[in-house]
């Protein structure tokens, strides 16, 4: 078996940003299944030639050998993806070194096609020299709300993680999640003044507004009081809230955009009290302790959210029979 990234599990286990994916039909694999299909699609390192790969390990870094790390029904995944480093600055100045000599022996003139093969050459030759990067990606699977939680900053780790998932598994039927109002249009009422904020959620001091268009302006607000005179000029201007910052029953603080992704999630001293005061011996009970609170909140939060914003569009949701 290729060996695995020595994942340190403590640092990783509070989700820092969450892109959240909801099942369109019932999705329930059994675990001995789950566990043997990411066995099948397990993380190898890359070989001599390879720029990248990727593949799933053990949550639990070098604390556990199991692919799938179940708590109360919610299976955590770790995707790994290892990256050669070939800095294209080198790439490019070995290339030319190798057309100034062409040129200056041969007394002719490289063309593009040349060119294009030099770069492939240099390219094979650096490969097998180069460093690797390391990165992984947790998330997992809520059967009983119906979501898959991705911790990714951006749509391409988020895309890489369930694309991933659904070819270790040969099917995944998910989507973004859909509400029926818009989440642009409820932000900017919040601050307004026209709709109160939900029961449980505070407006922090960061936002950011954009202007209608599709080269309409953006100002961005960090530290700023959202209910000011100034603020509110720029929504009275036609401006419209497409990132918010708030703050969950004092659990849980986010910025939230109108995709409804949710990035710099911070957990609150009540949580991580509850998680250093779980008793837990090693990192592996710490994890599980960890990923129970995780867990336990998100399946809170999220129909929260998505009741903020009208409520959830399930019209494309196949019913269990």
């Keep these: 078996m290729p060996p695995f990234p020595n994942t340190e599990v403590l640092h990783t286990m509070w989700f820092k940003n969450i892109y959240f994916y909801r099942f369109t039909k019932p999705f329930n694999p059994a675990s001995e299944e789950l566990e043997a299909k990411l066995a099948d699609a397990r993380f190898r390192p890359c070989g001599s030639q390879d720029l990248t790969k990727s593949g799933w390990v053990p949550p639990l870094g070098r604390h556990g050998v199991q692919f799938v790390h179940e708590t109360n029904g919610y299976r955590m995944l770790c995707l790994n993806r290892e990256d050669k480093i070939l800095p294209s600055s080198v790439i490019k100045e070995i290339v030319q070194e190798k057309i100034t000599e062409i040129e200056e022996t041969q007394m002719r003139k490289v063309g593009r096609k040349e060119r294009e093969e030099l770069k492939d050459q240099v390219m094979t030759e650096l490969l097998p020299q180069a460093f690797k990067r390391s990165q992984t990606t947790y ?127 911070r957990f609150g001293d009540i949580l991580q009290e509850q998680a250093h005061d779980s008793g837990a011996e090693d990192a592996a009970a710490q994890f599980d302790a960890d990923f129970a609170i995780l867990s336990m909140e998100l399946a809170r939060l999220l129909p929260q959210i998505l009741d903020a914003f009208g409520g959830e569009d399930d019209s494309a949701l196949l019913k269990a029979s």
Aim: aromatic residues 6%; proline residues 6%.
């Design 139 to 265: 998330g997992y699977i809520a059967a009983q709300d119906g979501f898959l939680i991705v911790n990714a900053g951006s749509p391409k780790k988020a895309d890489e993680f369930s694309s991933q998932l659904r070819e270790a598994l040969g099917s995944l039927p998910i989507r973004m999640p859909m509400v029926k109002q818009s989440p642009s249009d409820i932000m900017t009422q919040w601050l307004t003044g026209e709709r109160p904020l939900p029961a449980g959620f505070e407006l922090q001091d960061e936002c950011e507004l954009r202007e209608p268009g599709e080269n309409g302006g953006i100002i961005r607000c960090k530290g700023c009081d959202l209910q000011s005179d100034e603020f509110k000029a720029h929504l009275e201007a036609g401006k419209r809230v497409v990132k918010l910052a708030l703050n969950w029953e004092e659990k849980i603080s986010f910025v939230i955009a109108e995709d409804l992704t949710l990035k710099r999630l």
